[in-house]
Protein backbone atom coordinates (compact mmCIF):
# COMPACT_ATOMS: atom_id res chain seq x y z
CA UNK A 1 0.00 0.00 0.00
CA UNK A 2 2.73 2.34 0.95
CA UNK A 3 4.16 1.41 -2.47
CA UNK A 4 1.26 2.73 -4.08
CA UNK A 5 1.23 6.07 -2.39
CA UNK A 6 4.39 6.97 -3.11
CA UNK A 7 4.18 5.83 -6.86
CA UNK A 8 0.97 7.98 -7.06
CA UNK A 9 2.38 11.05 -5.60
CA UNK A 10 5.56 10.61 -7.50
CA UNK A 11 2.97 10.47 -10.59
CA UNK A 12 0.63 13.51 -9.77
CA UNK A 13 4.35 15.84 -9.07
CA UNK A 14 5.32 14.85 -12.42
CA UNK A 15 1.90 15.96 -13.70
CA UNK A 16 1.93 19.40 -11.65
CA UNK A 17 5.50 19.67 -12.60
CA UNK A 18 4.48 19.09 -16.75
CA UNK A 19 1.86 21.02 -16.11
CA UNK A 20 3.82 24.13 -14.40
CA UNK A 21 5.90 23.76 -16.98
CA UNK A 22 3.44 24.06 -20.35
CA UNK A 23 2.00 27.37 -18.76
CA UNK A 24 5.42 29.25 -18.65
CA UNK A 25 5.83 28.46 -22.55
CA UNK A 26 2.09 28.96 -22.66
CA UNK A 27 2.69 32.66 -21.06
CA UNK A 28 5.21 33.64 -23.59
CA UNK A 29 3.41 32.07 -27.27
CA UNK A 30 -0.16 34.03 -25.96
CA UNK A 31 2.15 37.24 -25.74
CA UNK A 32 3.31 36.36 -29.44
CA UNK A 33 -0.09 35.08 -31.07
CA UNK A 34 -2.75 36.06 -28.61
CA UNK A 35 -2.31 39.03 -26.63
CA UNK A 36 -2.78 41.94 -29.23
CA UNK A 37 -6.49 41.00 -29.62
CA UNK A 38 -7.65 39.19 -26.07
CA UNK A 39 -5.42 41.15 -24.04
CA UNK A 40 -2.27 40.97 -21.83
CA UNK A 41 -5.47 40.45 -19.07
CA UNK A 42 -6.96 37.96 -20.85
CA UNK A 43 -10.25 40.58 -20.98
CA UNK A 44 -10.14 41.29 -25.18
CA UNK A 45 -11.81 43.97 -26.29
CA UNK A 46 -15.87 44.01 -25.66
CA UNK A 47 -17.95 43.67 -29.16
CA UNK A 48 -14.33 42.94 -31.02
CA UNK A 49 -12.61 40.37 -29.66
CA UNK A 50 -14.28 37.80 -26.63
CA UNK A 51 -12.69 37.65 -22.91
CA UNK A 52 -10.70 34.72 -21.73
CA UNK A 53 -11.10 35.27 -18.40
CA UNK A 54 -14.12 33.44 -16.32
CA UNK A 55 -16.05 32.76 -19.71
CA UNK A 56 -19.00 30.67 -20.44
CA UNK A 57 -16.52 29.45 -23.34
CA UNK A 58 -13.92 28.30 -21.38
CA UNK A 59 -16.61 25.94 -19.72
CA UNK A 60 -16.74 23.81 -23.38
CA UNK A 61 -15.13 20.76 -23.64
CA UNK A 62 -11.48 21.84 -24.33
CA UNK A 63 -11.87 20.17 -27.75
CA UNK A 64 -14.04 23.46 -29.03
CA UNK A 65 -11.13 25.47 -27.61
CA UNK A 66 -8.63 23.70 -29.70
CA UNK A 67 -10.69 23.56 -32.96
CA UNK A 68 -10.79 27.64 -32.59
CA UNK A 69 -7.50 27.48 -32.59
CA UNK A 70 -6.73 25.60 -35.49
CA UNK A 71 -9.45 26.14 -37.53
CA UNK A 72 -10.15 29.72 -36.52
CA UNK A 73 -14.04 31.43 -35.87
CA UNK A 74 -16.19 33.19 -38.25
CA UNK A 75 -19.80 34.66 -37.65
CA UNK A 76 -21.64 35.31 -34.01
CA UNK A 77 -20.46 33.62 -30.83
CA UNK A 78 -21.70 34.89 -27.52
CA UNK A 79 -19.68 35.17 -24.52
CA UNK A 80 -20.81 35.81 -21.31
CA UNK A 81 -24.09 37.00 -22.96
CA UNK A 82 -22.27 39.75 -24.95
CA UNK A 83 -22.12 38.82 -28.91
CA UNK A 84 -18.88 39.34 -30.72
CA UNK A 85 -19.07 39.09 -34.96
CA UNK A 86 -15.16 39.19 -35.75
CA UNK A 87 -12.80 36.69 -37.44
CA UNK A 88 -10.25 34.90 -36.02
CA UNK A 89 -7.95 33.12 -38.29
CA UNK A 90 -6.93 29.57 -38.29
CA UNK A 91 -3.46 29.58 -35.90
CA UNK A 92 -2.93 26.25 -37.78
CA UNK A 93 0.90 27.51 -38.11
CA UNK A 94 1.74 26.68 -34.48
CA UNK A 95 2.85 23.56 -33.20
CA UNK A 96 0.76 21.40 -31.33
CA UNK A 97 3.49 22.37 -28.17
CA UNK A 98 2.29 25.79 -28.95
CA UNK A 99 -1.45 25.22 -29.24
CA UNK A 100 -1.39 22.50 -25.95
CA UNK A 101 0.55 25.41 -23.57
CA UNK A 102 -1.31 28.48 -24.97
CA UNK A 103 -4.36 26.56 -23.68
CA UNK A 104 -3.03 25.04 -20.17
CA UNK A 105 -2.06 28.58 -19.78
CA UNK A 106 -5.38 30.15 -20.72
CA UNK A 107 -7.01 27.60 -18.52
CA UNK A 108 -4.86 28.73 -15.49
CA UNK A 109 -4.57 32.50 -15.63
CA UNK A 110 -6.58 35.04 -14.69
CA UNK A 111 -8.54 33.24 -12.02
CA UNK A 112 -9.28 30.34 -14.92
CA UNK A 113 -8.30 27.25 -12.45
CA UNK A 114 -9.74 24.32 -14.88
CA UNK A 115 -8.92 20.89 -14.34
CA UNK A 116 -6.81 18.88 -16.74
CA UNK A 117 -3.76 19.14 -18.62
CA UNK A 118 -3.71 19.59 -22.78
CA UNK A 119 -1.18 17.93 -24.21
CA UNK A 120 0.18 18.18 -27.88
CA UNK A 121 -1.55 14.78 -28.98
CA UNK A 122 -4.59 15.79 -27.98
CA UNK A 123 -3.92 18.98 -30.21
CA UNK A 124 -2.71 16.34 -33.16
CA UNK A 125 -5.61 14.32 -33.05
CA UNK A 126 -7.89 17.52 -33.99
CA UNK A 127 -5.89 19.16 -36.61
CA UNK A 128 -6.80 17.07 -39.50
Request: charged share 20%.
Amino acid sequence: MALLTIGFLAVSFQQDKALKESIARGKEAYALYCQNCHMENGKGQEGMFPPLVKTDFMQKPVEAFINVILKGQQGTITVNGVQYNNVMPAQDYLTNEQIADIINYTRNSWGNKLKGMVTPDKVNGLRN
